[in-house]
């Protein structure tokens, strides 16, 4: 089994001083390992109930569409504001070093739709929660979430509550 931590370079004062940035491109550009990782991503959520796999801009998307693929189900992107072309939905949240704005188009979740969130990396969970709210805005429920790198310092689980969540990787 692969030791994924070892893939992933710490990046220090980025995007801002006293921030350690997890930079998982060392692991992407590595495709056996990304291959892994992917495999392991899914087996993980095999036994979840969901029928729509939703991505957050960026990195989110890079993990979230091949685990759509493999498990034969839709894939919806959440965007930064402004990004995606049809009528949307916002949401604005907060990060460890600012704020953001996502959105989600209309009609990406039908009513009643079962999702699961993919993202890279699990902080503190505003992303996610941001993420959570639109989908359940349009009538979805969240059933998992799954994340490659989960910091477990910043409590970002705890914004996840009842809800199945998985990383590979706790820092």
């Known amino acids: ?8 370079r710490d990046i220090p004062d980025f995007p801002k001083k006293g921030i350690v940035f997890k930079d998982v491109t060392t692991l992407l550009k590595d495709g056996p390992v990304f291959r892994e990782a992917i495999d392991q991503m899914v087996t993980a959520v095999r036994g979840f109930q969901f029928d729509r796999v939703v991505g957050m ?25 402004g990004k995606l072309p049809g009528p949307t939905i916002s949401a604005e949240y907060d990060l460890e070093y600012g704020s953001n704005t996502l959105e989600i188009h209309q009609d990406g979740i039908d009513q009643g739709s079962r999702v699961l969130i993919v993202d890279d990396l699990l902080a503190t969970g ?40 998985v990383s590979l990787v706790k820092f």
């Open 1 to 8: 089994m692969t030791d994924f931590a070892a893939h992933i």
């Open 57 to 81: 801009e960026s990195r989110g998307f890079i993990f979230a569409a091949p685990i759509a693929h493999q498990l034969g189900v839709g894939f919806v992107p959440v965007r930064k504001l």
């Open 126 to 165: 505003g992303t996610v929660s941001a993420t959570i709210a639109l989908i359940e805005r349009l009538g979805g429920s969240v059933t998992a979430a799954a994340f490659l790198v989960e910091l477990q310092f910043l409590h970002g689980r705890e914004r996840l509550r009842g809800r199945d969540v």
